[in-house]
Each structure stands twice: as structure tokens, then as C-alpha cells.
């Protein structure tokens, strides 16, 4: 398949072009720099030049692919006090995709998150955020109007991915927690630690979003 990925030099996406590549796929990937364009082409893809507020640019990329694997998210607006703005700026970017997609049952695989789901308990695929406005909640709307769009001739899934995705390399939440434990010579834990906190190495993410923009029936929740 020729398969278009947002996000495609990110932590994530970078393990998931290989994914695909070693697979036999073709992989044209979303770049917004120089530097992720090289990295992209370095790592076998075809680049595609633009942002995820380029709505012509996804529109067009979508419909000239056999499946669209959305990973892009503006992490850095969002880390920086403005999570409903790059919320709302991920919900446009799904649906110009969607739109693409409509009608040609190809696959459309986004990534979501655990978090917030089932507080106070495990999680599974058969939860579905309570809307209450909050920034996660966009997101969990925006993850189920593409599930919606299997109602639609699009083979959609989405992928949950646990709060943490570590592996090599890792310089985010659970590197900064090792750190911490390094540099003060403990660990500490709420309450009596008995809280659970779901990880998923990033390789092991890689896999299972090849496997759904291969495989996964239309609608489907992937935990
Ligand atoms: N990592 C986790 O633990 C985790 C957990 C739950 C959910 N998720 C979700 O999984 C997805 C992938 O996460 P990740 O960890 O791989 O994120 P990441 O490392 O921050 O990568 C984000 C990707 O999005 C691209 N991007 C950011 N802003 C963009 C914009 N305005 N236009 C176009 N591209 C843009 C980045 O491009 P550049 O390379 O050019 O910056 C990069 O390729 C996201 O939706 C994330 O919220 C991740």
C-alpha cells in the first residue's frame, strides 16, 4: 500500500515508517521542515511539504494514497499552556483526511489515548470518554467521528496508546522519571504505588498501527 503518514518524523511516527517500509509498503510522510523532510527521506518515504493546518495539502495527500495513518499533533503549543488549540487544529486536520477518504473504504488509523478514560479503573476498548468540554475529551470527540466514519466507506481505527510510549532514545515523561530518581536517589509513588499506569514500548505501537492500517475492521478501537 501507499500509505501517507502525519506525524511521520516523530517519536512515534519515526518507528512506524520503518514498520511500514520493512512490510513492503510505500510510505510518503507529512514533513513542516527541512530537517524532518531529510530524516523522512533518509529513512526510505516520500516527503510531502506542509503543517497539519495546510487542509489542501492533507486533503490531497489522503486522496492520492491507499490509507492515511494520522500521527501529528502539536505537542509543542499543546505542552505550552494551549492543549484545546492544538485539540482543535487536530480535528480539522482528521476531518479534511476524512473527507478525503469518504466512499473508498481505505483505511484511516489516528492516535488516541487512554488517559482520562476510566478513572479509578483499567480501561478497556469498549470505554468512551464523557464529554465535558476538557481538552482530552476534543480529542476523544475527534477519535470517535472517525470511528464514525465507518458509517461512511472509510475503514477507520483508532489506536489508544497508553499514556507512556517509551523505548531507545526515549527523552520524554518516563526518561524525565528516571532522571528524577537518579538525581535525588529515589523513587517516589503516590499513596502506597498501587496506582497502574499503562506503557507500550514504541516498536511494539509500531506494529500495531501497521497491523491496523493493514487489517482492522472498520471501527475499530485498538488499545
Ligand atoms: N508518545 C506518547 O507517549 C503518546 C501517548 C499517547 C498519545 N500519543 C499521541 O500519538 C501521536 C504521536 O505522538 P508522538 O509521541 O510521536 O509525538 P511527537 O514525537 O511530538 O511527534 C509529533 C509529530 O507531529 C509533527 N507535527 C507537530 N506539529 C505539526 C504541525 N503543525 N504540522 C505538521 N506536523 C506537525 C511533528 O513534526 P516535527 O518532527 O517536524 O516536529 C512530529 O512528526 C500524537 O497524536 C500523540 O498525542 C503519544
Not at 470511528?147 to 507512556?164: C, E, F, H
Request: glycine letters at 12%; one cysteine or more.
Amino acid at each position: 500500500m501507499r500509505i501517507f503518514v502525519t506525524g511521520a518524523s516523530g517519536w512515534i511516527g519515526s518507528a512506524v515508517v520503518p514498520e511500514l517500509i520493512d512490510a513492503g509498503h510505500q510510505v510518503v510522510g507529512l514533513a513542516r521542515s527541512d530537517a524532518s523532510a531529510a530524516a523522512l527521506t533518509a529513512a526510505g518515504a516520500e516527503v510531502v511539504r506542509g503543517t497539519v493546518d495546510d487542509l489542501d495539502v492533507l486533503r490531497d495527500a489522503a486522496a492520492a494514497s491507499d490509507g492515511v495513518i494520522h500521527l501529528a499533533f502539536k505537542h509543542d503549543i499543546a505542552f505550552s499552556g494551549d492543549f484545546q488549540g492544538a485539540a482543535e487544529a487536530d480535528r480539522r486536520a482528521v476531518d479534511a483526511l476524512g473527507t478525503a477518504l469518504v466512499g473508498t473504504d481505505r483505511p484511516f488509523v489516528i492516535a488516541s489515548g487512554v488517559a482520562g478514560l476510566a478513572p479509578g479503573r483499567v480501561s478497556t476498548e469498549q470505554d468512551t470518554a464523557t464529554a465535558n468540554g476538557s481538552p482530552i475529551t476534543i480529542r476523544a470527540a475527534t477519535a470517535q467521528a472517525v470511528l464514525d466514519l465507518a458509517r461512511q466507506g472509510v475503514r477507520s481505527s483508532v489506536v489508544r496508546l497508553s499514556a507512556t510510549c517509551h523505548g531507545d532514545g526515549d527523552n520524554g515523561f518516563m526518561a524525565t522519571l528516571v532522571a528524577t530518581a537518579r538525581a535525588k536517589g529515589v523513587s517516589g509513588y503516590v499513596g502506597d504505588g498501587a496506582n497502574r499506569w499503562p506503557a507500550v514500548h514504541r516498536l511494539d505501537a509500531a506494529h500495531l498501527f501497521r497491523l491496523a492500517v493493514e487489517k482492522a475492521p472498520a471501527g475499530s478501537v485498538l488499545h
